[in-house]
C-alpha cells in the first residue's frame, strides 16, 4: 500500500518539473497556452493573459483566507499585498 506521504511526493515532484518548465518558457519568452472551448464558453487563443489574471485573483482569495484565519485567531494580519513585498525587497537590496 502507498502511504499518504509518497503520494503527496509524487504530486509535489510532478508540479514542480511542470512549474519549472513554465518558467523556463517564460523566461525565453515561448510561454504559450490556449483554452478549449468547451460547454458553451468559449475558448481563448492566446490565452497567457487570461491565465495571468485568473492566477493572481486566485492568489487575492487565498491571502483573503489567511488573513481572515489569523485575524479570528486574534493574531496579528502581516501586510500580503504586493506593494509591501516590493517596497520590503526594494529595501533589502
Known amino acids: 500500500m502507498t502511504s499518504p506521504a509518497s503520494v503527496l511526493r509524487d504530486a509535489f515532484d510532478r508540479h514542480t518539473w511542470?512549474?519549472?518548465?513554465?518558467?523556463?518558457?517564460?523566461?525565453a519568452g515561448?510561454?504559450?497556452s490556449r483554452i478549449a472551448a468547451r460547454?458553451?464558453?468559449p475558448g481563448f487563443d492566446p490565452a497567457e493573459t487570461l491565465l495571468l489574471l485568473?492566477?493572481?485573483?486566485?492568489?487575492d482569495d487565498h491571502r483573503a483566507q489567511v488573513c481572515s484565519?489569523?485575524?479570528?485567531?486574534g493574531l496579528d494580519v502581516p501586510d500580503l499585498d504586493a506593494?509591501?513585498?516590493w517596497d520590503d525587497q526594494r529595501r533589502s537590496d
Open 18 to 27: 511542470a512549474t519549472l518548465r513554465l518558467l523556463d518558457h517564460l523566461e
Open 30 to 32: 515561448t510561454l504559450r
Open 39 to 41: 460547454n458553451g464558453d
Open 54 to 59: 485568473q492566477a493572481l485573483h486566485h492568489t
Open 69 to 73: 484565519t489569523l485575524g479570528a485567531l
Open 83 to 85: 506593494w509591501s513585498f
